[in-house]
């Protein structure tokens, strides 16, 4: 294994690990193995063609594109002595963007059960076992927020110097260490409640919420201020003590602006005790926390009664038998892979509350009621961009290994399985959400916007066979080895996809306007996608 | 039983149950130093689970398990470092070579980093591993993993061993070996509490057998003991006769009858 240097950087602080009675060496070890894998992806065993695999830590790829991320923030840096307003926005992005990261790509490393039988049968407390792993996604987030403030900072110093830099770094330290406490907390709450298969569920849906809360969180400091009018004097109001982000604004008002209200103190305040609570917590409880991970592990027997809906769609979307065995076999996987659902059910609650976010922005001048005449429900665009992410998953699975069985059945079109798995994606997972959102959307504009809608819904369609196209690399659903670290999906690759659905927009946007237009742009949508699908997963030739 | 040796294990009424589902219906167990105990008895009739519980890594069972002569508790992790484990379905980081794999497990028993590479590397080269040990597991065959596993759970010079199905995979020769080195092992005084199904095995290297049927004790004896107890001749067939089950040629015949698609009689 080759020495880490990261780990050399760790050993300055044995101390601490020590002080908090963590079997420091015991620890360090655990992570060196973690990191090292991590490092080491291996390719699929039936890989295709000879293509070279491809070695490297993924994760650390990735950073690009949150160096990318941070030129959002930087723009807020030039908003005088403001402080209030620029710190609250601009730690209120960098709640959302890490908050993002940490329930989508590394609750699977926190939750992770995998290795028990490995770690749990040697003389390791529980507490060493939940620290390496505590560090193994601190190391990681750590990494993700240094590439997120980097440029920022630069800009930092140049503009308000080094004292609020410093003040800047320390109190994104303190907000990083708040993020994860408060994940694992709040995983820990879950667990603790909550019994073996129904847990898993439930862990499901609370991501979702709080994907949901953290945009919603965003943007109510956002909104916070009257950017309008140039009026960026802060008035303390007493909710906004609940909303982590504006805590951290109030430090560098503190201090700087020399703005000594009870309330501003009282947050500047929060930002160092509460940090430091959260993870005394979370170290109480750590032990307690793994034990209560085994409930995870726990296989119960439940046999669900067969889904009318699943039944339907079989029949409706699948003509073959060979198709739809697929499709059953695909839809169950969807369901009831653990893994799978940690990462992507998180971004079908960004897909709910997206649309929203955008139109929220726009309603400012109008209101509801002037909403009803305008084209904003072309805002509902914004749920086909988690599309890209989960074709991205559908080639990974927990149990990858498990593709053998594709390569050594006589499939008279191998290429259905993938077909199937597609439809599958739409019917039990895109669909029930774009339903519930077009309901939404039918009451807020009336049902004009039906056949708009359609249109959307059919663009959907298309939009997730493009995505196959560009995206997947293997010839099997669910055949690529699930990773620790993050392979979240967000390359520059994802970014190009997301602008494909802006392509979309414009031209329904554009025949919108035409009389008929809408009609005859359906149905020439419909058949393109009718054609393209069979195009694509058509028989190949015999050779 | 000769009560004037070391007791290593005891298992004191012992149950366990999963909602609706008692897995265990109260084990009393008592085990000797240099014992070679093979713990048999039919699929779901609850070995793993009390290998389980004797490890740690299951909770919320009834009754007392005592190691080495003291109870274990939850959060004391100490007597796990005289344990060695060979896991059923082979659970090991893939993505580590030999080396590092079994570096990092004798790591974790406390073992000195180097004094663990070259402990592992010599337990190696006498399976005739020596070429794949700086190899990825990920591209070892069945066999090759499993005397990874076998490896791994004696680096630390554990003095209680179990091993849960310990052969599978092996080819002949390994499997001489492996019969031989827990031969050895208890003539050194070390104990094994074994977990299998091939009877042939259990037969010849165990010199105390306890079968479990249905979460409960069956028989527990020298293979002679229930030898003479059921009149039988191999322990596959006392197997057969105390857990209830003598009908195997007709279900053959009925699944063979099933397969070629014809009338079951």
């Known amino acids: 294994m080759k020495e880490l240097r990261i780990l050399q950087v760790l050993d300055f602080f044995q101390g601490f690990f020590r002080f908090f009675q963590v079997d420091y060496q015991a620890m360090r070890s655990i992570l060196e193995v973690k990191l090292t894998m991590d490092q080491r992806r291996i390719p699929t065993v039936f890989q295709a063609n000879g293509t070279k695999p491809k070695e490297g830590n993924q994760f650390l790829k990735m950073l690009g594109i949150y160096v990318l991320y941070s030129l959002l923030i930087v723009p807020f840096l030039f908003f005088g002595d403001a402080y209030m307003f620029q710190m609250s926005i601009i730690f209120g992005i960098a709640f959302f963007i890490l908050m993002t990261a940490m329930i989508s790509d590394f609750s699977a490393v926190l939750l992770d059960v995998r290795d028990k039988v490995i770690l749990h049968t040697k003389p390791v407390d529980a507490r060493t076992i939940s620290a390496a792993k505590m560090m193994h996604v601190f190391i990681y987030m750590f990494l993700m927020t240094g590439s997120f403030i980097a440029i920022p900072s630069v800009v930092m110093l140049a503009q308000h110097g080094p004292l609020i830099l410093l003040l800047f770094l320390f109190e994104m330290f303190m907000a990083l260490l708040f993020i994860i406490a408060l994940t694992a907390m709040i995983y820990m709450v879950i667990l603790h409640l909550f019994n073996g298969e129904k847990l898993k569920d439930i862990i499901n849906y609370v991501q979702i919420f709080m994907a949901i809360g953290i945009f919603i969180g965003y943007q109510i400091v956002a909104r916070m201020f009257n950017v309008v009018e140039m009026d960026l004097v802060y008035t303390f109001e007493w909710w906004h003590v609940f909303i982590p982000p504006m805590w951290f604004g109030a430090p560098f008002e503190l201090l700087f602006n020399h703005h000594h209200s009870p309330g501003i103190s009282i947050m500047a305040l929060f930002t160092v005790i509460v940090p430091i609570i959260a993870i005394y917590l979370y170290y109480r409880l750590m032990p307690s926390f793994e034990q209560n991970l085994k409930k995870l592990m726990n296989v119960s027997i439940t046999r669900k009664k067969k889904s009318r809906w699943t039944a339907l769609a079989e029949k409706v979307c699948c003509r073959s038998k060979e198709e739809r065995a697929y499709f059953k076999f695909a839809s169950s996987l969807i369901r009831r892979e653990r893994d799978f659902k940690l990462r992507v059910y998180p971004s079908l609650g960004l897909a709910i509350v997206f649309p929203f976010i955008f139109m929220f922005n726009q309603m400012e001048e109008g209101g509801f009621q002037g909403l009803g005449e305008t084209k904003q429900y072309f805002f509902i665009y914004f749920s086909l961009i988690i599309i890209s992410t989960v074709v991205h998953m559908l080639q990974y699975s927990e149990r990858y290994n498990g593709a053998w069985i594709f390569h050594v059945t006589p499939s008279e079109n191998p290429k259905r399985l993938y077909s199937a798995t597609l439809k599958a994606f739409l019917v039990q997972l895109f669909f029930p959400i774009y339903l519930l959102l077009s309901i939404i959307f039918v009451f807020i504009f009336s049902y004009h916007i039906i056949l708009d809608l359609i249109i959307i819904g059919i663009t959907a369609i298309l939009y997730t066979l493009s995505c196959y196209k560009i995206i997947t690399k293997v010839d099997y659903p669910f055949s690529k080895k699930m990773e620790s670290a993050s392979q979240g999906g967000m390359t520059i690759l994802y970014f190009l996809l997301m602008f494909v659905v802006g392509v979309f927009t414009v031209i329904h946007f554009v025949v919108s306007l035409v009389p008929y237009g809408s009609i005859i742009y359906m149905l020439i949508l419909a058949f393109i996608t009718w054609v393209s699908w069979a195009v694509v997963f058509r028989k190949k030739p015999a050779n | ?265």
Do not use: C, W
Request: net charge negative; hydrophobic share 40%.
């Open chain 2, 1 to 265: 039983m000769n009560t004037n040796m070391e007791r290593v294990l005891r298992l004191q009424d012992v149950k366990m149950r999963f909602l609706d589902n008692q897995v265990l219906k109260r084990i009393n167990l008592d085990v000797y130093r240099g014992q070679i105990i093979g713990y048999i008895g039919p699929n779901g009739a609850g070995k793993s689970t009390t290998l389980k519980i004797i490890l740690g890594l299951l909770e919320g069972y009834e009754g007392t398990v005592e190691v080495f002569g003291k109870k274990i508790e939850i959060g004391n992790v100490d007597y796990k470092r005289k344990i060695g484990y060979v896991p059923e379905n082979a659970e090991v980081y893939d993505m580590l070579t030999a080396s590092e794999y079994l570096t990092f497990v004798g790591e974790m028993y406390g073992m000195d980093r180097k004094q663990a590479e070259n402990k592992a590397l010599a337990l190696m080269t006498e399976l005739g591993m020596e070429s794949a040990f700086y190899e990825r597991i990920s591209s070892y065959s069945k066999g090759m993993r499993q005397r990874v596993l076998i490896v791994a759970s004696l680096l630390h010079d554990p003095d209680l061993i179990f091993l849960d199905e310990p052969l599978s995979g092996l080819d002949a020769n390994s499997v001489m070996i492996i019969k031989d080195l827990l031969a050895e092992l208890a003539a050194r005084g070390k104990t094994i509490f074994y977990s299998s199904h091939i009877m042939d095995v259990v037969e010849k290297i165990s010199n105390r057998i306890v079968l479990l049927v249905d979460g409960e004790i069956a028989a527990d004896g020298s293979f002679d003991e229930l030898k003479n107890s059921s009149e039988k001749g191999s322990l596959e067939a006392i197997f057969n006769q105390l857990t209830g089950f003598e009908s195997h040629q007709e279900t053959a015949e009925n699944m063979v009858n099933l397969v070629m698609g014809e009338e079951q009689k």
